[in-house]
């Protein structure tokens, strides 16, 4: 899995307090420098005034102005369950690699085995991996062996397989329905900070799957660089508290 950070808003921050500092202002934000805008906040320099509002608006609920200020994240090679999960959230916009368009007639099934175009669970392959709903999913090498050999069979013989229907003159869009929900995908997505924190609540919480959870740990990593002060502050105060609804 790759997650990158292919477009973002520009100084989104400043974007948010000018947002936000226009709820409580006569005059037109418009008209006003950035410093003029955050002449009334507390702080000694433009950054501490930032920190100052930010974190008021974070901890009194005031989400809308994190609405403003926009990423998009490109991500190569995650399952189409993952993709699944991911794309429940109705407020960030995708673009999906298409399967209809992009087919896999030569991808080597002996290559799938090792890792290509399916994304194998760390469980089929370790040991000690213990998975969500298990109180303990340790078993011996022999085991995981078995595992990973039946996993890695099964999914090289659905690719073998949908070669063989393409090869046959089956469609792209129809042979696809044998291949495995493993099966690697590349997303484009796009979100604001405000759904950035939302999806981060729910998918890089601990009940969550452990791909979506790497990814969303990504994308955290990214947002925490684009937009400091309020993802430390998320990270900080607000990622482990109880009964959020949204963000
Ligand atoms: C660990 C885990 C397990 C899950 N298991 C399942 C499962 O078994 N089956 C399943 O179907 N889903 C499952 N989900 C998906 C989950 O139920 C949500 O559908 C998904 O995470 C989208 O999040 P959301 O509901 O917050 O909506 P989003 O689309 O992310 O919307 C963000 C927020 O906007 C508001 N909102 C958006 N649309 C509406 C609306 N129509 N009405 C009212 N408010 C709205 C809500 O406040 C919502 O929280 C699971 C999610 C997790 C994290």
Redesign the pocket.
Same mark, same amino acid.
Do not use: E, F, N, T
């Given at each position: 899995m790759d997650v990158r950070l292919l477009e973002a808003t520009d100084d989104p921050e400043e974007l948010i307090c000018r947002a936000a500092r226009n709820d409580y202002m006569s005059e037109f934000v418009a008209d006003q420098t950035f410093p003029e805008t955050m002449a009334e906040i507390d702080g000694e320099t433009t950054r501490e005034k930032q920190e100052t509002l930010i974190s008021h608006l974070l901890d009194h609920g005031h989400f809308g102005p994190f609405e403003h200020p926009h990423a998009t994240f490109a991500i190569e090679g995650v399952s189409r369950s993952c993709m699944a999960?991911l794309t429940? =959230? %109705? =407020?960030v916009s995708f673009d999906v690699q298409s399967m209809r368009y992009v087919s896999f007639d030569h991808v080597d099934p002996d290559a799938v085995r090792e890792g290509e175009l399916v994304v194998f669970p760390p469980s089929a392959t370790d040991p000690d991996w213990v998975g969500r709903n298990q109180k303990t999913g340790q078993v011996d090498e022999e085991t995981v062996e078995k595992r990973e050999e039946i996993f890695a069979d099964t999914v090289a013989d659905a690719v073998e397989s949908y070669q063989e229907l393409l090869e046959l003159g089956m469609p792209p869009e129809d042979a696809r329905f044998v291949l495995p929900i493993g099966t690697k995908v590349n997303i484009v997505m796009t979100m604001n900070a405000r759904?950035l924190m =939302?999806?981060a609540d729910? %998918?890089a919480?601990a009940?969550?799957q452990w791909e979506i959870r790497g990814m969303t740990e990504d994308v955290l990593d990214l947002a925490a660089e684009w937009c400091p002060i309020t993802f430390e502050h998320y990270e900080e105060h607000m990622r482990n508290r109880k009964n959020r609804?949204?963000p």
């Open positions: 999960q429940r =959230h %109705r =407020h759904m =939302h999806v729910m %998918r919480a009940d969550a609804l949204s």
